[in-house]
């Protein structure tokens, strides 16, 4: 079921984190470990989600849980829609720009012999062995840091998007892949080929109950509803870019509309900070991840 509320606010996610190509299907995977909200939240939880490109709200509504989507994008709220109707994937302009990263990943040295027999790997030391001596060579390092540095991001990126990554972003992605590898069987981690091959994720079963799909900003849309509406949220990454006043908002928001003990968890592009309460990035398989945050309100 698809809703249209008005949207009044203005945040970054209006206008997409892309300088170009801002009215279109952003993301056509979601690279979140859906793992984590699985393990989580209670059984049939009413649950808040993202909606991104529908993956963990699919994901959740497969598990037994009633699952309202909410996205800004009303074209990828519609793609979104469409997924967990049985339509085929598409590309969005991340997945673009991921498909850029593992052709310059190539011209780095990484071949998909060699990346085949690092994904076949299954003991964590041998996975961090070849990942020093075959994959994180010199060239690698210096094709990684070059394009995750800031300058190089604010060609493709949208400002607000920029200053919420670490000034080295390259470093931190590069250390927060290693310690995935150290965390993860590649073998049994279908987000370790999703992400070094392209490899597409296995589809969720179907909807145990529908999926309630509203176009609307999340903090205005939560906003409306009533009080101890939601047991569950799970955020994507929406707090990235946005400035203090709309993450207050947006806490307030979510305050009014959950039920006691209600769970929260948000995902951030940035380091911990020192009031992260419980980060579990290191638990999220699809290794990206600086913050995990998984807390009660």
Known sequence: MLQLMPERVSTPWRRGPFRAQRNGVMFGQMYEDPGIELGAFKSQSRV????????????????????TAVDINPLQLSYASSRAAGAPPQKGRADVMMALGRWLARMGGWTRAKLKDFLNLSDTAQQLAYWDTELETAILRALVDT?????????????PFIDAVPIDFGLCLRQRLRSGWAHHSNRSNPYASCLLLGTPLVEPGAPLSPIRFIC????????????????????????????????ERLHLAITHAA????????????EPKANTICNRADEDRSLLWGVVEVKNI
């Open 48 to 67: 808040l989600c993202i909606a991104s490109a529908g993956c963990t709200a699919r994901a959740l509504a497969a598990a037994g849980h009633h699952v």
């Open 147 to 159: 394009s995750l540095a800031p300058q190089f991001l604010r060609l493709f990126y949208a400002d």
């Open 259 to 270: 039920a006691p003990d209600a769970i929260v968890v948000s995902r951030s592009f940035s």
């Open 216 to 247: 609307a900003d999340a903090a205005e849309f939560l906003e409306s509803c009533p009080s101890s509406q939601f047991d569950a949220f799970t955020l994507s990454n929406i707090g990235d870019g946005a400035d203090p006043s709309y993450l």
